[in-house]
């Protein structure tokens, strides 16, 4: 059965940083892209980054480039998002999928709220 598993979400000051975890089961991690996305009350689900099966970091949207790094653990089928320099603008719910143009299966999302 396929699974994803986000984690690490809550709340933090504008400013600060949280690293949020996919972890993957039910299929092998690196023979598929992963795309983190986001949802913003009244806003539509975003892409805001793909990283391939190779590592390689594609479809940064200009509002999160510099300030969100993706890197994933195989041996442990964990994506990771860090984020730095939030902004109350990055408050939504984050998803990761099994995909990032083409997806059959979604996680159940994390909270992250940025405030003062």
């Known amino acids: 059965q396929v699974q994803l598993v986000e984690s690490g979400g809550g709340w933090v000051q504008p400013g600060g940083s949280l690293r949020l975890s996919c972890a993957a089961s039910g299929f092998t991690l690196d023979d598929y892209n992963i795309g983190w996305f986001r949802q913003a009350p009244g806003k539509k689900r975003e892409l805001i980054s793909c990283?391939?099966?190779?590592?390689?970091?594609?479809g940064q949207p200009e509002s999160v480039k510099g300030r969100f790094t993706v890197s994933k653990d195989n041996a442990k089928s964990t994506v990771y998002l860090q984020m730095n320099s939030l902004k109350p603008e990055d408050t939504a719910v984050y998803y990761c999928?099994?995909?990032?143009?083409?997806?059959?299966?979604w996680g159940q999302g994390t909270q992250v709220t940025v405030s003062s």
């Open positions: 990283v391939s099966s190779s590592g390689i970091t594609t």
């Open positions: 999928a099994r995909g990032c143009f083409r997806i059959n299966y």
